[in-house]
């Protein structure tokens, strides 16, 4: 599973990128925010919205939790209209012969099986992202 979820983000970031290189490229609302999950900044978590039919945008949360949305280099914010949101702290080293992994923080309901949803309109805007941790009963 989580080997699905880099190949992904390896992926749609690709795609993200040739979609840059191509010029001019959409109208595009620029997105920032905070990633919290139960009430407690999320670090370096890597934030990924993808719209039903375009290229997602992609950020990276600081200390503090604060994401901005990326659609290609040089090119800041997501595809105005309805996005489902993913939001992971995996990660693996890329190093040869490093075996180092950090493991997932985020409950699958905002990764891998997110319900996240949230719309993106054009110009500037700030999207808050409140996570909570579901309770088993």
């Known amino acids: 599973m989580l080997k699905l979820i880099r190949r992904t983000f390896l992926l ?6 040739l979609a840059g290189c ?10 920032e925010g905070k990633v919290t999950l139960d009430g407690q900044p999320l670090a370096n978590a890597k934030v990924e919205f993808q719209p039903s039919n375009n290229a997602p945008s992609y950020g990276t949360t600081d200390a503090q939790g604060h994401y901005e949305l990326v659609f290609a280099p040089e090119q800041f914010g997501a595809i ?7 939001i992971t702290t995996y990660r693996a080293s890329n190093e040869p012969g490093s075996t180092e992994v950090i493991e997932e923080s985020v ?14 309109t054009k110009g500037e805007q700030v ?5 909570t941790t579901p309770t088993t009963p």
Do not use: Q
């Open 12 to 17: 749609a970031f690709l795609a993200t990128a």
């Open 22 to 31: 191509c010029g001019g490229g959409p109208t595009l609302g620029r997105v």
């Open 80 to 86: 105005p209209g309805e996005h489902v949101v993913r």
């Open 107 to 120: 409950p699958a309901i905002y990764n891998s099986e997110s319900t996240l949803r949230k719309t993106v």
């Open 127 to 131: 999207i808050d992202l409140a996570l």
